[in-house]
């Protein structure tokens, strides 16, 4: 097994060099990819990869949403021969010093998506906090279980030929900040289980949300619809995996 860490990067400079430093110590590859940041922010990541012979940037031409940064660097890191992916968002939140208990699960559990369960401190907003309790009582109905604790923090490894195969049997999931939900549970429904780290999630004062409050809460709304329907489809074999439990 190979472990690199995949960044999906839209104009996050303010901590993304120091977190870069801090990656080093896990002796890990970095692929960030840049989605369509403006120049200067591009500019800036462009230099940090030319400083630090471990990471690989991959740029897109435009903003095409977490998501899409998300596959684009698991398609990278395939093409670079890697087999599982730690993914980390750029803008601060997450505890690096859990990658190793995160990869350590991963080889232990090497076809398992391995989760961050987050632990907030007094830094969450507190609209954000509650909102995601509706997101888990939908992610129970569509996956008819409660083995899947939290689908929205993106501090994960994931195993690549899984991954890769639903997404070639989709073509595409969501672009956007529902890719982390829709993946976890499509995956579910592919027999590929969850194992879930509790992990301290901290939110900087100066950190930037990219989350489109229309657009993304439409999207979400959506992804939803799809996935009750998809459960429907599945209803037999989600009942019989759950009386096989």
């Known amino acids: 097994m190979s472990y690199c860490i995949v960044i999906p990067n839209y104009n996050h400079t303010v901590v993304i060099d120091q977190l870069l430093r801090s990656l080093a110590a896990f002796n890990l590859p ?34 095409q949403g977490k998501g899409a ?26 505890d690096i010093t859990d990658i190793s208990k995160l990869v350590e699960l991963s080889q232990a559990q090497p076809n398992q998506l391995i989760s961050g369960r987050p632990i907030y401190n007094e830094s ?3 609209h954000r906090y509650y909102a995601r309790y509706l997101t888990h009582v ?6 008819l279980s409660f083995d899947i604790k939290d689908t929205m923090c993106g501090f994960r490894v994931y195993p690549l030929a899984e991954t890769l195969g639903l997404l070639a049997k989709h073509g595409s999931l969501g672009h956007y900040m529902a890719f982390d939900t829709e993946i976890m549970v499509r ?14 999630v901290n939110y900087p004062e100066n950190g930037v949300s990219h ?7 439409v999207a ?26």
């Open 211 to 217: 989350f489109r409050l229309w657009e993304d809460n």
């Open 220 to 245: 979400i709304s959506w992804m939803h619809t799809r996935l009750v329907f998809g459960m429907l489809t599945r209803l037999p074999q989600l009942l019989l995996r759950k009386l096989g439990k």
């Open 30 to 63: 970095v692929i960030m990819v840049n989605d369509g940041s403006d120049a200067d922010s591009s500019g800036f990541m462009q230099a940090l990869a030319d400083r630090y012979s471990y990471v690989t940037l991959v740029s897109h031409p435009y903003n």
């Open 187 to 200: 995956l579910y429904w592919d027999g590929v289980e969850t194992t879930f780290l509790p992990t301290k």
């Open 138 to 143: 939908w992610v129970w109905i569509e996956t």
């Open 124 to 126: 969450v907003p507190k």
């Open 69 to 94: 940064a998300v596959q684009t660097g698991f398609k990278q890191a395939d093409k670079m021969g890697f087999t599982h992916v730690v993914q980390v968002d750029a803008d601060g939140q997450h």
